[in-house]
């Protein structure tokens, strides 16, 4: 069965420092999607970043962008210039025919 | 934009009482979720739907119905409220192919008390 481990429950960082989330996952399929969501203090869970596997490239959204390493089952997330903003908790999650979240990591960014 | 809502923000709740949770998406998605957040534990799913009046049970459906009779609105039930199931409730949804976005409502806080 797939499984999504975030090994860092909660992190806190200065701001525009840059921070990398860790996310790892066990699987036998060749062809699924990964994702970050951000779920900030309003709750209001969004899309941060999107990557399929068979793309070799690493996805990138503005500041935000990933370090995917297929044959590691690593899917990390880096954020850039870190902001206030960023506060939130981060989840990784696997997509193939299910959706497997990981138990998100508590980023605080500091003033 | 996608939008997906859950009528209740908050809610508190007798034990033993019938709960019902709506969820409403705008963008004609066939797949809908239902999971359940409480801290330390993530997101876990209950139960979800690929169409109107198909249901498939989650990893943690006891206690749980759902009811899909319309493709947009997707609602949950808590039959008989217990203490345990005093947490935030998550509606998603989603195009039918694997790999597409998930949205995301913004949840529904219930405490049974």
């Known amino acids: 069965a797939q499984t999504v481990t975030q090994s860092q429950p909660e992190m806190s960082v200065q701001e525009a420092e840059t921070v990398t989330l860790s996310c790892t996952y066990d699987t036998s399929e060749n062809n699924y999607y990964l994702f970050w969501y951000k779920q900030p203090p309003s709750r209001q869970m969004i899309l941060v970043i999107r990557?399929?596997?068979?793309?070799?490239q690493n996805a990138t959204e503005n500041r935000f962008s990933v370090n995917f390493q297929k044959a590691a089952k690593s899917f990390s997330l880096k954020i850039s210039d870190s902001q206030l903003g960023d506060t939130a908790m981060y989840f990784c999650?696997?997509?193939?025919?299910?959706?497997?979240f990981g138990k998100g990591t508590r980023l605080h960014i500091l003033p | 934009d996608v939008k997906v809502t859950q009528s209740s923000r908050y809610l508190v709740k007798r034990t033993g009482e019938k709960v019902f949770l709506e969820c409403v998406q705008d963008m004609d998605h066939e797949n809908m979720f239902w999971y359940r957040q409480d801290p330390g534990l993530g997101l876990r799913l209950i139960y979800f739907s690929y169409d109107v009046k198909m249901k498939e049970k989650g990893d943690i459906p006891e206690g749980y119905s759902v009811s899909r009779e319309k493709k947009e609105r997707f609602s949950l039930i808590l039959e008989s409220a217990s203490t345990n199931q005093t947490s935030m409730y998550l509606c998603a949804s989603s195009l039918p192919q694997s790999g597409n976005t998930i949205y995301f409502g913004e949840g529904s806080w219930l405490t049974v008390v």
């Open positions: 990557q399929e596997a068979y793309k070799q």
């Open positions: 999650a696997f997509v193939d025919d299910k959706i497997i």
